[in-house]
């Protein structure tokens, strides 16, 4: 029998993860190898630059350029504040003065005798990095990250939508094939991450946003609904930044399809416990998949994530990761030797996949993933 190798949705009930915490620009890492982390606790932190500003003080003051640095009140490198003028003219005999106020709060950046113009950069914005899940610190690199390892439950998802959040771990439905409503969500479950099952409606999405939910973990949902809730058409971009109010991780595809059992199992023995939610999702080069982490105290078993476990052979259950099948079940039922040409004219290796409802079709091996647990 044919088999090949491909890569699968990791869920591991006990196993080690480990999150590089790195920050955009240098800043500085504000833990040590060996310390334990809360999900919340600021790790690194850094200064994004304001905005520039620039000021044509020439052209507004009606002066020659040579003459803008006899007329500035601050130096390059001071501060000021909105409002607080900057620049002013001497006018006639005293009389008569000119000036320019700051637009904004900030800092002179510089002054060019050339341009006539004075660029102001806006307060700088302060950017933490928090840990992200509870564990400890194995690594730093000075000024850039803190490593943070995790030793719990491990689930990716298929896409996903919003940012970073953790919560306590709640069931809103008691099946996993249960859709999940609207009359699902309750008061109660404000702050907590509340698990569905084989379907999230647009709906129940209003309903989790108002009610305070952090996230919510389901197996399906439909595109439309998608459209409805953002108001416009997630391109091919990575995801994680909308700012929806709550994190959603699918773990299965896009439509009704219910949550794979072991999965929802794992979530129900893990109910009460505090996860780590990240939505952020990229289909294509450098694959990135939303994730729930759900630190244990017990050590870390070994995860589950071996060879024998990405084995793909005839009755291997699949997910397309790719259009035209993107999100759909089903399983391989042929592994073709020989290389089929695609309408770009290359050659890959494909498989013979048959879809929960009956439908066969040909894919490059390249677009599926294995279905593990």
Same mark, same amino acid.
């Given at each position: 029998m044919g088999y090949a190798y491909t890569p699968g949705l990791s869920v591991a009930e006990n196993t080690v993860v480990r999150k590089v915490r790195r920050l955009p620009l240098k800043g500085k890492v504000l833990v040590k190898v060996g310390d334990a982390v809360a999900a919340d606790d600021v790790v690194a932190q850094?200064?994004? =630059?304001? /905005?520039?500003?620039?000021?044509n003080v020439v052209g507004k003051l009606g002066i020659a350029p040579e003459e803008l640095i006899e007329i500035m009140l601050k130096k390059k490198g001071e501060q000021v504040t909105e409002g607080e003028p900057f620049a002013r003219t001497k006018g006639f005999f005293g009389f008569f003065k000119s000036e320019i106020r700051? =637009?904004? /709060?900030?800092?002179?950046?510089?002054i060019s005798h050339v341009t006539g113009q004075v660029i102001i950069r806006g307060k700088p914005t302060l950017l933490q990095k928090t840990a992200y899940a509870r564990g400890k610190i194995v690594d730093i690199s000075e000024d850039e990250s803190a490593t943070v390892e995790i030793n719990g439950t491990f689930i990716q998802g298929i896409f996903g939508i919003g940012g970073e959040t953790a919560g306590t771990l709640a069931m809103a439905v008691s099946a996993p094939d249960e859709v999940l409503e609207a009359?699902?969500?309750?008061?109660?479950?404000?702050d907590k991450i509340i698990v569905g099952g084989s379907l999230v409606t647009a709906d129940a999405v209003k309903a989790a946003v108002k009610h305070g939910v952090k996230?919510?973990?389901?197996?399906?949902?439909?595109?439309?609904?998608l459209r409805n809730f953002l108001g416009y058409e997630l391109g091919v971009a990575i995801t994680g930044e909308e700012t929806l109010g709550v994190t959603v991780v699918v773990t299965e595809g896009f439509g009704k399809i219910r949550?794979?059992?072991?999965?929802?199992?794992?979530?129900q023995r893990r109910e009460g416990k505090t996860a780590s939610l990240n939505g952020a999702t990229q289909i294509r080069a450098g694959v990135i998949r939303p994730e729930c982490v759900i630190p244990l105290d017990e050590t870390a078993g070994s995860g589950g994530?071996?060879?024998?476990?990405?084995i793909l052979q005839v009755g291997t259950p699949i997910r397309a990761i790719r259009e035209p099948f993107f999100g759909r079940i089903g399983k391989c039922v042929g592994l073709p030797v020989e290389l089929e040409k695609l309408a770009s004219e290359t050659k890959v290796r494909?498989?013979?996949?048959?879809?929960?409802?009956?439908?066969?079709?040909t894919v490059p091996r390249a677009n599926v993933e294995l279905i593990k647990g």
């Open positions: 850094t200064e994004l =630059p304001g /905005d520039v500003k620039p000021v700051a =637009p904004i /709060d900030g800092t002179i950046e510089s009359n699902h969500i309750k008061p109660e479950h404000a996230g919510i973990i389901c197996g399906g949902l439909n595109d439309a609904d949550m794979a059992q072991a999965t929802f199992e794992l979530l994530n071996d060879e024998e476990s990405s494909v498989l013979e996949v048959e879809f929960e409802n009956g439908e066969r079709a």
